[in-house]
């Protein structure tokens, strides 16, 4: 199937690289910014495009990975002329564009659009999925050191997006109360966010993140009735502790308000992967198999609208 890339920055370069390990065949690129386009070109032996157009003509679908803000009049240029879509996060700049995009992903059912929320195809992830049941209080820390790429948006469309996207899909309620603080220091929007988020089913999520911090971190964890995981999106690695009501292994025996209980502390086994190439390939599955994408339009939509919800709570401090 021939696919096309717009956008040639950092992350549409890594989409080049993955498309290779696809079965997508990859017939060029196209970027406002013609000194970038022609590097990628070069680097990856494909040809350029010199509009948007031409490069829908000679393709079946396309990877948007161009900024946010052109995100939805590119989409919608692909679906109108019949193309299959990839559109990296977050899906819009706004829940009104992601609406008008929802509409006219209905109105044309055999096109298929899936949204690029990477850390859902990360194996740490994956592998701990089974091991979630019903949350009761969720804690999640996205740390970045500073990169001005990125700083179209603000840290929530930034980064807290990944595990506002990881909430809805683990927790199965929606939300009731959204409470957020957050602090401009290098831009003019919110470069840390600190959200809390109440859930109607009684779980609660104290989400954090930032893009100024010295040290990374993307760490999500998950308490929940008898069991808490970890996982680590950075390392690629999870823990489970669990209270068993019978001894495994060497479980450490404990007395607790319920009684003897023994604890079990074990990792789940991890298949090392790449988390683009893993999505692409469900991309291009979806697509051959008529399967709705993993990450849809409408759950994007829903994830940006608590997006947008988060900043329009916003108590923000300028420093």
């Known amino acids: 199937m021939r696919i096309g890339v717009v956008g040639t920055g950092h992350l549409g370069n890594i989409h080049l690289k993955c498309l290779k390990s696809t079965a997508f065949q990859c017939m060029g690129v196209y ?20 509009s948007f157009s031409q490069l829908l003509d000679a393709v079946e679908a396309v990877i948007i990975v161009s900024d946010t803000t052109s995100h939805y009049d590119l989409a919608r240029q692909a679906i109108l002329h019949g193309k299959h879509v990839f559109i ?17 992903v209905e109105d044309n059912p055999t096109l298929k659009v899936q949204v690029g929320h ?28 500073f990169n001005p790429r990125g700083n179209d948006v603000s840290v929530i469309l930034d980064l807290m997006i990944h595990d506002l996207d990881i909430l809805l899909s683990v927790v199965d309620s929606e939300i009731a109360e959204v409470r957020s603080n957050g ?29 100024i911090s010295l040290k990374q971190m993307r760490k999500f964890r998950i308490f929940q009735e008898d069991a808490y995981v970890g996982i680590d999106f950075l390392d690629k690695s999870n823990q489970v502790i669990k209270l068993n009501d019978e001894r495994v292994d060497d479980s450490l025996e404990i007395e607790t308000g319920r009684g003897i209980k ?58």
């Open 88 to 104: 990296e996060k977050p899906v819009t700049a706004n829940v009104a564009e992601a609406l008008a995009l929802k509409s006219l």
């Open 183 to 211: 602090v401009s220091i290098v831009s003019k929007s919110a470069d840390i966010c600190n959200a809390r988020l109440e859930f109607k089913n009684g779980c609660v999520a104290n989400v954090t993140a930032s893009r």
């Open 262 to 319: 023994y604890l079990n502390v074990d990792a789940q086994p991890t298949i090392k992967s790449n988390a683009i190439e893993e999505e692409l390939k469900d991309f291009y599955k979806s697509i051959i198999e008529n399967i709705e994408p993993k990450v849809n339009v409408e759950h994007a939509l829903k994830v940006m609208a608590l997006a947008e919800q988060i900043e329009k709570n916003l108590n923000q401090t300028y420093v």
């Open 118 to 145: 990477v850390e859902r195809y990360n194996p740490a992830f994956v592998s701990a999925l089974s091991q979630l049941n019903q949350p009761k209080f969720i804690e999640c820390h996205r740390l970045a050191n």
């Open 31 to 50: 970027d406002l910014d013609q000194a970038k386009s022609a590097k990628a070109a070069s680097d990856f032996g494909i040809p350029v495009f010199s």
